[in-house]
């Protein structure tokens, strides 16, 4: 019983710990966040095509890595924004569908970048400054990646064989 117990916290701990967050992007004002970051809700997007479109670059190469948010017209992140005034890091409360694109060829050049692009949910972090958003500093995607549930499920099946543990001796 004891040895289940370790078996199934230990799991949930590596879970816990297996969170990876994205690479920082470098935008700064609302515009271009919304511009780099921001595109419909439930309709997919084309990495190669929307970063083309909205001719999103690092420099004069490809951008690394882009980072799409499903939340039409920037309304979830506007939200999380509201009433920060000083700039500050928010993580946003529930996972948000996302659209995460990543470059394929390192030679290519603008506007000719080819990206993988994987559809999946995280947890964003970005940074608010005058009520908006202005920069996405990355995200989190794994079933324990707001933390809060991750705890409450550890502190669960650590009170659970407390209950269990003396009533199977
Ligand atoms: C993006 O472009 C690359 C290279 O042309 C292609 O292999 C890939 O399938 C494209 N991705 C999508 C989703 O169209
Ligand atoms: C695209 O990403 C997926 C998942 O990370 C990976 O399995 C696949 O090999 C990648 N494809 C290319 C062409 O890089
Ligand atoms: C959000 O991103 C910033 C910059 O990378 C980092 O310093 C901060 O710790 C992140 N917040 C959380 C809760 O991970």
């Given at each position: 019983?004891?040895?289940?117990?370790?078996?199934?916290?230990?799991?949930?701990?590596?879970?816990?710990i297996?969170?990876?967050?994205?690479?920082?992007?470098?935008?700064?004002?609302?515009?271009?966040?919304?511009?780099?970051?921001?595109v419909?809700?439930?309709?997919?997007?084309?990495?190669?095509?929307?970063?083309?479109?909205?001719?999103?670059?690092?420099?004069?190469?490809c951008?690394?890595?882009?980072?799409?948010?499903?939340?039409?017209?920037?309304?979830?992140?506007?939200?999380?924004?509201?009433?920060?005034?000083?700039?500050?890091?928010?993580?946003?409360?529930?996972?948000?569908?996302?659209?995460?694109?990543?470059?394929?060829?390192?030679?290519?050049?603008?506007?000719?970048?080819?990206?993988?692009?994987?559809?999946?949910?995280?947890?964003?972090?970005?940074?608010?400054?005058?009520?908006?958003?202005?920069?996405?500093?990355?995200?989190?995607?794994s079933?324990?990646?707001?933390?809060?549930?991750?705890?409450?499920?550890?502190?669960?099946?650590?009170?659970?064989?407390?209950?269990?543990l003396?009533?199977?001796?």
């Amino acid at each position: 019983m004891l040895d289940i117990m370790v078996a199934v916290l230990s799991s949930l701990l590596t879970i816990c710990i297996i969170l990876s967050f994205s690479l920082p992007s470098d935008t700064q004002n609302i515009n271009a966040f919304m511009e780099k970051h921001i595109v419909k809700e439930g309709a997919e997007t084309n990495c190669n095509q929307t970063i083309k479109d909205r001719n999103i670059r690092f420099k004069n190469n490809c951008k690394f890595r882009n980072t799409f948010i499903h939340d039409t017209n920037g309304k979830k992140v506007k939200e999380m924004c509201a009433g920060i005034v000083k700039s500050t890091f928010v993580i946003s409360k529930e996972l948000l569908p996302l659209t995460d694109c990543l470059l394929m060829g390192r030679t290519a050049r603008p506007p000719n970048c080819a990206y993988n692009q994987t559809r999946t949910t995280g947890v964003i972090n970005i940074t608010c400054e005058n009520n908006y958003p202005v920069h996405f500093a990355g995200y989190k995607s794994s079933f324990c990646a707001s933390y809060s549930p991750c705890a409450l499920i550890v502190i669960t099946v650590f009170l659970l064989s407390q209950l269990l543990l003396p009533a199977m001796r």
